[in-house]
């Protein structure tokens, strides 16, 4: 079975700042790796997926994250921090693509400090 | 429609009583899922349309919750005799064509139990 790990139920940085939100997966099969983003009162909005084509993805809003088999991990990140990112962010996997519900890890609130 | 809409945004409801949410996804999307998000939980996978398939009933956590989509559209997810560990919030997702794609979420429905 899949599952997914986020280190770190909340990270704070400064308006500015690189943002590093951390991801780590257990699958037995090559996954398919999702960030979302939800902020207050919202329901979740993709960010960001890999499929299986290339390892570094970019996303909106000026997020990427690379997808290393080797550390089993799929980490987020953004160079510059704005006010706006302040949001909570959930890593998920999944399997497969026409069958099985996306797994999602406990989240991470992100705050940004002027 | 251009979303998927849930209702009620908010419901409170007294002990023992039974509730009924629904979800509207997006026209075409065939696969339909729901999930519980309660605070520092992360997203709780309970239930998985696909097409005129079978569900996924797998991650119901008790008899008392039971979900139908009729159609292949509206989808009604039900609570009998509520208690109050059900409060939380209700989120719909929809897709095109399974988890590997992506889904898109409505903005949940916020259950009370009193």
């Known amino acids: 079975a899949q599952s997914v790990t986020q280190l770190g139920s909340h990270v704070s940085v400064s308006e500015g700042a690189l943002v590093l939100l951390r991801c780590n997966y257990s699958?037995?099969?090559?996954?398919?790796l999702f960030w979302y983003v939800q902020y207050p009162n919202q329901g979740l909005q993709l960010l960001l997926k890999?499929?299986?084509?290339?390892?570094l993805v970019k996303g909106i809003n000026g997020f990427e994250a690379e997808f290393k088999k080797s550390e089993t991990s799929f980490h987020l990140t953004k160079p510059s921090a704005h006010m706006s990112d302040a949001a909570e962010y959930f890593c998920a996997v999944s399997v497969n693509q026409a069958g099985t519900a996306l797994i999602f890890g406990k989240g991470t609130t992100l705050s940004v400090s002027s | 429609g251009a979303g998927v809409s849930q209702s009620p945004s908010n419901k409170v409801t007294e002990k023992g009583k039974d509730v009924e949410l629904r979800c509207d996804p997006i026209?075409?999307?065939?696969?339909l899922y729901w999930y519980r998000q309660s605070l520092g939980q992360g997203l709780e996978f309970l239930i998985y349309f696909q097409g005129n398939s079978a569900p996924d009933k797998s991650g119901l956590p008790s008899d008392r919750f039971s979900a139908e989509r009729t159609g292949g559209s509206v989808s009604t997810l039900t609570i009998q005799r509520t208690q109050q560990e059900d409060s939380a919030v209700y989120l719909c997702a929809s897709s095109s064509a399974g988890g590997g794609y992506g889904y898109t979420f409505g903005s949940g429905t916020r259950l009370t139990i009193v």
């Open positions: 026209s075409g999307h065939t696969a």
């Open positions: 699958s037995s099969v090559p996954p398919y």
């Open positions: 890999y499929t299986s084509a290339a390892t």
